[in-house]
């Protein structure tokens, strides 16, 4: 059942440039995206969490987005050139899709700490995104942290329907000498307006929850 988890690499390469001058970065921007590619890996637009379409001047690619034909999720920093932009530099954001008790029955508790950051809806409704620190170590360490979203239940009531999800964290036994900043999406399609997810993160303070309401 390992499949049910996200890995992270003890040294997650989390941001990378792209293919394009980085030597000026006055004006730049940063936007939550997804981000589809072409044969080769190419990137030549995304679409912001505000739905807007951002074409690329040029092709870029990046290098943890290599698969063609795949829509990745990113955290896109640019500069805009009239209707177009050039992109700068993009971080990795994994899609924690909420597993059912069901599918967790044989995976065993996971609840080592991490540190939470934020969490958010996106504008156009589609994601609940998360942020969170986790304490790792150097690549010599070779290992990595497991990471899932448990939907614990799902209550109805005359105000709208309450998820309880619960984030896991294995650590694998990877040190802890410094913070990785980590983004997650979590799909919130089916999610309707009024409705509330709860989130439950194991934090080195204890379990902290954390509600989002969708408008």
Same mark, same amino acid.
């Given at each position: 059942?390992?499949?049910?988890?996200?890995?992270?690499?003890?040294?997650?390469?989390?941001?990378?440039?792209?293919?394009?001058?980085?030597?000026?970065?006055?004006?730049?921007?940063?936007?939550?995206?997804?981000?589809?590619?072409?044969? %080769?890996?190419?990137?030549?637009?995304? &679409?912001?969490? #505000?739905?807007?379409?951002?074409?690329?001047?040029?092709?870029?690619? +990046? @290098?943890?987005?290599?698969?063609?034909?795949?829509?990745?999720?990113?955290?896109?920093?640019?500069?805009?050139?009239?209707?177009?932009?050039?992109?700068?530099?993009?971080?990795?954001?994994?899609?924690?899709?909420?597993?059912?008790?069901?599918?967790?029955?044989?995976?065993?508790?996971?609840?080592?700490?991490?540190?939470?950051?934020?969490?958010?809806?996106?504008?156009? %409704?589609?994601?609940?995104?998360?942020? &969170?620190?986790? #304490?790792?170590?150097?690549?010599?360490?070779?290992?990595?942290?497991? +990471? @899932?979203?448990?939907?614990?239940?799902?209550?109805?009531?005359?105000?709208?329907?309450?998820?309880?999800?619960?984030?896991?964290?294995?650590?694998?036994?990877?040190?802890?000498?410094?913070?990785?900043?980590?983004?997650?999406?979590?799909?919130?399609?089916?999610?309707?307006?009024?409705?509330?997810?709860?989130?439950?993160?194991?934090?080195?303070?204890?379990?902290?929850?954390?509600?989002?309401?969708?408008?």
């Amino acid at each position: 059942m390992r499949h049910v988890f996200l890995f992270i690499t003890t040294f997650a390469v989390l941001f990378t440039s792209c293919s394009h001058d980085e030597a000026n970065i006055s004006g730049m921007e940063a936007e939550m995206c997804t981000m589809p590619t072409r044969s %080769g890996g190419i990137i030549t637009y995304v &679409v912001t969490d #505000k739905n807007e379409n951002l074409s690329f001047i040029q092709p870029a690619t +990046i @290098a943890w987005a290599e698969k063609a034909d795949t829509i990745y999720r990113a955290l896109l920093y640019f500069r805009r050139e009239g209707v177009n932009i050039v992109p700068v530099a993009a971080e990795q954001v994994l899609l924690l899709r909420p597993k059912t008790r069901q599918e967790m029955k044989n995976v065993p508790k996971a609840d080592d700490p991490l540190t939470f950051v934020s969490g958010w809806y996106a504008k156009n %409704g589609k994601y609940l995104n998360l942020t &969170v620190d986790i #304490k790792t170590g150097t690549p010599e360490d070779n290992g990595s942290h497991n +990471i @899932a979203m448990l939907c614990d239940t799902v209550k109805t009531s005359p105000t709208g329907k309450r998820y309880c999800y619960r984030m896991l964290h294995e650590r694998n036994g990877v040190p802890e000498y410094y913070s990785v900043r980590v983004y997650f999406s979590v799909p919130a399609e089916d999610i309707n307006a009024g409705d509330t997810v709860d989130v439950t993160i194991p934090t080195y303070d204890g379990e902290v929850q954390k509600q989002y309401i969708k408008r």
